[in-house]
């Protein structure tokens, strides 16, 4: 089945130590998006590439970057966790036509813990 | 600012009955809005969707209502099922706006609990 994968499932990571969370699709979508969710929130959006194209929310924080090497695979890299950055993080894909969007298809997500 | 906004952290219905999922909205820009529904250790998935030149989506047992000049919109589930037991998400979008992707503005959602 086409799908979005995250791996890993789980990450601990130590404060202040860099850290990559990996997605990748079997979709062929051409919006890949990260989304931030912690405990009881709404999924907030970090930022998402459009193709190649990379957009940024005006409240991400510089802390977070992501890669996108090709199609199918977008990496979110957290340069120097902080113990606020410990959340669920959602990778989601869609297919933008023209003016045609989809729904966006998730991932089960990775969840981070800071020690 | 909370652009979408679930009210409700939960709800219990009993088996068989109609469950009704509430949402409210702030950004009179947004054009379209979905469903999502989560499983614990899942990603949301999509449920169903609605474009702001409808009032009605139907799909099975799921109907998204929406009220533009009330800014609302609700989920209902008929009849309920255990298998619906699960965290409901509402979320918006502003597509007329947007040259590029959909970007969704998603509710803190509310838990459905479906007793037998």
């Known amino acids: 089945d086409a799908m979005v994968i995250q791996n890993p499932r789980y990450q601990v990571t130590q404060f202040g130590k860099p850290v990559t969370l990996s997605c990748s699709q079997t979709?062929?979508?051409?919006?890949m998006y990260w989304y931030q969710q912690k405990s009881s929130q709404a999924p907030k959006l970090l930022f998402h590439?459009?193709?190649?194209?990379?957009?940024n929310e005006a409240d991400t924080p510089d802390n977070f970057q992501s890669r996108r090497p090709n199609t199918s695979f977008c990496f979110l890299d957290i340069r120097s966790p902080g113990l606020g950055d410990a959340a669920m993080y959602l990778c989601?894909?869609?297919?933008?036509?023209?003016?045609?969007?989809?729904?966006?298809?998730f991932g089960d997500g990775t969840r981070l813990s800071i020690l | 600012d909370q652009q979408v906004k679930q009210n409700s952290p939960s709800l219990s219905v009993q088996e068989g009955r109609i469950s009704i999922l509430n949402c409210d909205y702030t950004?009179?820009?947004?054009?379209?809005f979905l469903w999502y529904k989560k499983y614990p250790a899942e990603g949301p998935t999509f449920l169903i969707s609605?474009?702001?030149?409808?009032d009605k989506n139907e799909d099975g047992r799921f109907t998204v209502f929406l009220n533009k000049s009330a800014k609302h919109l609700s989920l209902h589930i008929v009849p309920s099922q255990p298998g619906d037991s699960a965290v409901y998400f509402c979320?918006?979008?502003?597509?007329?706006?947007?040259?590029?992707?959909?970007?969704?503005?998603f509710g803190q959602g509310t838990r459905l609990t479906i007793n037998p």
């Open positions: 979709l062929n979508h051409n919006v």
């Open positions: 989601a894909t869609s297919r933008r036509h023209g003016r045609f969007n989809q729904p966006q298809h």
């Open positions: 590439y459009y193709d190649k194209d990379f957009n």
């Open positions: 950004n009179s820009m947004f054009d379209y």
């Open positions: 609605i474009s702001s030149i409808k």
């Open positions: 979320a918006a979008s502003a597509l007329g706006l947007i040259q590029g992707a959909q970007k969704l503005v």
